[in-house]
Each structure stands twice: as C-alpha cells, then as structure tokens.
C-alpha cells in the first residue's frame, strides 16, 4: 500500500499559502503550517503541545530557518513574512524548494548550489515531541547548513508580543546542554509563567552556536490579517546549529525537540525524566516508525489496495483519536486548529473515525468517556481548553449517542460487545431515556403527543433522532434479553415501551411536519408557528437507521435538497447558508436509500466524492474542512480539519462498497 502527497510548483509564495499540513500526536497535540513552510495562522508551529491531554494546549516548537552555505555564497531557504516600516517584508526561501512531501511525516526537499536538504518532520505518537531529520547532500566543494529553531511558550490560540516574549522567556531561562559523551546538544527551559513545564531540544550531528539576535519580531500570519486579526507573532531563537558537509559528501542530523510536564504524587512533585540520548539516526528511526503506523492504520481498516480515498480518508480519521487524561480513556477531538472534544461532534463522527475503520477498542474506550459525563441525561458538548468540568447544554449530543451504540453493535457484533454494552452502557441509555421523558434542563421534554420539545419548538432533527433513539432502544434491549441471564423479561418490558412510545412519535411526526406544498419537512414547529426554511437537518429523518417517512416523501426530500442545498464540498444550513462538510454523509446515504441502491445511484453517488478529491490536496492536505462559504467558489472557513466532516464522508464513501 501507499499513501502519500508529493507536491511540486512551490515557487508561488501566494497560491501556495493556503495549503497546509497536518501532524497530530494522538494526546491533541499537533504541527501546522503550509507546504511552503511559511506560517499563516496563529495555530501553527511544529509543536503545540497538549497539557492536559487533550487540551490546555500551548506551543513550543514555532519551526526551523535554515541556510545553505558554501564559501562565500549563502542560499537563505527562510521562507515567511515580517511587519516592515512600510509594508510586509518576506524570505521566499520557497524559491529553493523542489518537493513537499506528506506520507504521515512531512518532509521539504531543497535544492541550491548543487546541495540538497531534505528535511523531515515527525510528532511521536503519544508523547509531546517532534523529531526532525536533516540529509544534506552536497556535489560540489565543502560545504554546510545553518539550522535556526524558533521556540516559545504560549497558549495556542494566543499570539505573542515582543514584550511578553521577553518577560515569559527572558535569556536568562535558556540552559545548554552539551553532553561529552555522546556529543549531543542543545538547550532547555522552563517558562516564567509555568516551572512545572520543560521544554527541551536536543540535536547529534551538529554544533550549536549562541547567537546575538535572538528575536524573531512580528512575523505576519496572512490568514490572521485576511480575517481582520493582529496577525502578529514573535519567538525566541537563541542557538544556531551547524551541520558540515565535506566535498561530494553526505551529512545526516537528528533533532528532538520534548515538552515535559512535572507530575504530582500527592504533595510529592515528581522530579524530570532525563534528557535523552540520541544520535544522527533518532529521527530517521522515529519517522520510519510513524510511517509504518500509518500503513498499520491503513491495513486494519481493510479497505482494497489501490483505493488511494479510502486510504486518505482512514489516515485522516486517526487524527482526532485522541487521549483523555480527566477520563483515562479515548475522546474524538472535534477539529483541527482550535476545537476540544464535543459530543455532538464526537457521536456523529463516531462511525467513520472508528468503526469504518476498525479502531473498535478505541470506540469502547470513547463510549465510556462520554459516558462518565452524563449529566440530567444530557451528554457534555464540549471540554474547555483550559481543563475542567465540561458543559452540557446541547439537547441532541445524547441522542446520537444511541446512534452511536447502535452502530457499535451493528460493527462488532459479538458476545463480548453485548455484555459490554448491557454492563456499561445500557444503564446510561436508561438515564438519558428517563430523562427526556420527564423533562431535563434547557427545557427539554417530551410533549403530550410523544414528540420532543426543546424551548418552544420541535426541530425536525431532533424528533428524527428521538424516534431513532427509541427504536435503538428496543432494538438493544431485545438483544440483551436474548443473551442476559440477568432478568430478561425487564428488558423486554422495557422494549415495549419504547415501541409503544414510537408508535406514537411516528404518529405525530407525519401529521405534524410535513409540509407539503414545499415537498419537504418543516424545520421546527411550535404552536404559534411551523417554519417553513428549508434546512438539511431533515436529512436525518431520511438516513437514519430507524425512519418514519414513506418512500415517496424521502425521494421528495432529497430532490429539494439536492437541487437547492448541495453544492459539491458540503450542504448549504440554507438556500444562503454556510455549507457543512459532515452533512454529505446524510445526504449521500439519504441519496443511495431513495435511489434502492441501485447500479445508477451508486454511480452517481460515486460522482459526489470527485470535490471531495480535489478539496483533500487544495487546502490541508488530507484533510477536509468544517464548513465552507455560501457562494462559488466555495472556499473554506472554520477548523481546516474537522471530525465530522471526516467521519461522515468516509462512512458514506464505505456505503458504495457495501
């Protein structure tokens, strides 16, 4: 198998720009920036360290500057730009750069005065470090590299001034190492705001120089100033590194940058690990390894060998598997930059990041954490980047967690899943059930008629999900009474309610929400009023497992769907509206069930991941968005990297192999 994005004609400072990269550490952690190697966002550096897995969330490592030297001439491969007295300054070192390349590490290959470097950058999984390896291949007479790392320490949503780049890491913090034994340098320190943190870079095969100038002032962030931000970021570089080459020679260099964390037992701080020992491979070794635990990912998902979208889309899902420290467990980071866990996010995702994909010990693991935060039957919406309790004010999370079990089950399927379920779950199920029966907070209740009622109104989403939710519910119960020795005639009591309940929701929802002069399902309803805009949320009344709508009313959704919301990369919120990524899998699976599945809707579902193609290799690479503008050409906005979008797009895509 391969996977892998080469990418050339990167001479263009400006149209390249907005390509972007990547790397995640499975804690929440990442590396970002462009393919050019010039930063653009504030989120972007080779190491934003998570914390507290999988937030709280600063970064560390900003990038590295390098320059080819060879005698008297110098070959600046710098490539960003900086605030000038009169208008942006920039280094388009990006002249030099002949290759990018994205295979699970990314790697610059630069080409100047008959050398070549070639730099990789890997984010160890699991633990907040980023190594990079530099090859200088050189065809002419002696020759070197000059490596120039920018470090800081800031939260990664903030950006850093002058003045308090030098009150958080003033020169004084910065410490050397230089190790006799195995020749290894570098530095480290811990910032002025923050002694339990430690930040380390270490390099073997290189000197290390103290430098003069060691700030690297009001580096312009294009992205930020597009939006109507500062824009502005400064870091510290107090150390080059040199890497020498002899004549026709080849020299090799290993860089390990690591954020520590100092650890409390009791009142007992947890003293620092030792630095480590590395030599001129250590990053070789370590990108070799994240490269072979990408095939691993590729391999377990079992999708065919030379379906290069499958492939893409399965290395994009591990993305946002990460580490909860508060639960011990796994969570689904909602996306990429600046988003936490959120279970909405999380629960829709679900599926495609790991079923689809075979990560069902993750997908146990997830269950749980979400789980553990029930609170009044309402799952939590999103953690706090700061750490904390999260909050849970969202009244559909909860429902799409019955989605989400259900899927589990449907997936796995075994003795070991039922148990699982009917031990550690099926009680939570219980919860979140008596909850939206009797009423809950944010208003919150089931009405009269057996419809669900959040404020005033009854969306059409959530009396979607409310149906599926009791429908899943008797499913599971039916189940577990098949299987258990504990009481089965309880859960088939319980089954029966709930089927009872959604006779009575099927009932209501046909009457009520129809509207029939558009061919399609009110948004919401409420006594004063029944409105009328045309959402894509009625999707869900289509595509979910359990629906309520007859043939020929599904096919009339969709038609008006597709004729007024769809627009390639997403589907529009309304006929003016932001277009969502995430929403494609409702609608592609709602397309498939209306069309029978048949040769010709698969074919021409088949058709609708063309954008989705070409959107995987134009903005980060691999990845897809959270949402997009309302007009053509559709660019797009929000986290450049969203889980929903991801899930749901790989699960409807693995839909036309079934």
Request: glycine share 8%; hydrophobic share 35%.
């Amino acid at each position: 198998m391969n996977f892998e994005f080469a990418l050339d004609k990167l001479n263009n400072y400006k149209n390249n720009l907005n390509r972007e990269w990547l790397l995640t550490n499975g804690l929440g952690g990442y590396g970002s920036s462009s393919i050019i190697g010039a930063h653009s966002r504030i989120h972007q550096g080779y190491l934003i360290a998570s914390l507290q897995a999988p937030v709280d969330r600063v970064l560390a490592f900003s990038k590295t500057n390098e320059r080819l030297v060879c005698g008297s001439r110098i070959y600046d491969l710098t490539t960003a730009q900086h605030k000038g007295p009169y208008t942006s300054e920039f280094n388009q070192g990006n002249m030099h750069l002949s290759q990018f390349k994205y295979d699970g590490n990314v790697t610059f290959i630069y080409e100047a005065g008959g050398m070549r470097l070639t730099k990789t950058i890997t984010l160890v999984h699991e633990k907040n470090q980023c190594t990079i390896a530099y090859t200088l291949e050189n065809n002419g007479p002696a020759a070197g590299v000059v490596i120039t790392p920018l470090m800081n320490y800031r939260k990664h949503s903030a950006h850093m001034t002058i003045d308090d780049l030098r009150f958080e890491l003033p020169e004084e913090v910065f410490q050397e190492i230089r190790n006799e034994n195995n020749g290894n340098v570098g530095f480290y320190y811990s910032p002025v705001s923050n002694s339990d943190v430690r930040i380390s870079l270490i390099s073997a095969g290189c000197e290390m120089v103290k430098r003069n100038n060691v700030y690297d002032e009001n580096m312009e962030l294009q992205h930020e100033l597009d939006d109507g931000k500062d824009g502005l970021d400064c870091h510290i570089k107090p150390y080059d590194f040199v890497m020498e080459v002899a004549a026709g020679g080849v020299s090799k260099a290993s860089f390990v940058c690591s954020v520590d964390v100092k650890s409390s037992t009791g009142r007992k701080k947890v003293n620092w690990p030792d630095f480590e020992d590395i030599d001129r491979d250590t990053a070789f070794v370590e990108a070799e390894k994240e490269k072979n635990r990408v095939q691993g990912l590729i391999e377990t998902a079992g999708f065919d060998e030379d379906d290069e979208l499958a492939q893409v889309l399965t290395v994009a899902a591990n993305q946002f598997i990460v580490k909860r420290k508060s639960s011990n467990k796994k969570s689904i980071i909602a996306g990429y930059p600046w988003l936490t866990d959120r279970g909405r996010d999380a629960m829709v995702a679900f599926t495609g990041i790991c079923l689809e994909t075979g990560h069902f010990d993750d997908a146990k693991s997830i269950l749980l954490t979400y789980a553990k935060y029930i609170k009044n039957g309402l799952l939590p919406n999103e953690f706090p980047e700061e750490g904390g309790t999260p909050s849970n004010n969202t009244a559909d999370a909860s429902l799409w967690y019955f989605y989400a079990v259900y899927n589990y089950l449907k997936y796995v399927d075994n003795d070991e899943a039922w148990k699982f379920v009917e031990d550690e779950i099926y009680p939570h199920l219980q919860e979140i059930m008596g909850a939206y029966r009797k009423g809950t907070s944010y208003s919150i209740k089931m009405d009269d008629d057996a419809l669900m009622q959040v404020g005033k109104c009854k969306p059409v989403d959530i009396n979607a999900l409310w149906y599926n939710a009791l429908m899943t519910m008797e499913e599971i119960s039916r189940g577990i009474a098949r299987r258990t020795h504990n009481k089965p005639e309880n859960y088939l009591a319980y089954a029966g309610g709930c089927s009872q309940l959604a006779i009575w929701v099927k009932e209501a929802f046909n009457t009520d929400f129809w509207y029939e002069e558009g061919g399609y399902l009110y948004n919401s309803i409420s006594e004063e009023e029944k409105d009328t805009a045309l959402c894509p949320d009625q999707l869900f009344a289509i595509s979910l497992p359990f629906t309520m709508l007859d043939v020929e009313k599904e096919k009339s959704v969709v038609k008006v769907v597709k004729d007024n919301l769809y627009v390639g990369v997403g589907i529009k919120s309304l006929e003016e509206g932001t277009a969502w990524g995430f929403m494609l899998g409702a609608f592609i699976e709602a397309y498939l069930k209306v069309g029978g599945h048949s040769a010709q809707a698969i074919e021409e579902a088949k058709a609708m991941f063309e954008p989705v193609e070409k959107h995987l290799v134009t903005e980060c690479i691999g990845n897809y968005s959270e949402n997009f503008n309302s007009e053509k050409p559709y660019q797009p906005k929000g986290c450049f990297a969203q889980a929903w979008s991801v899930g749901e797009i790989l699960r409807a895509y693995a839909l036309l192999k079934k």
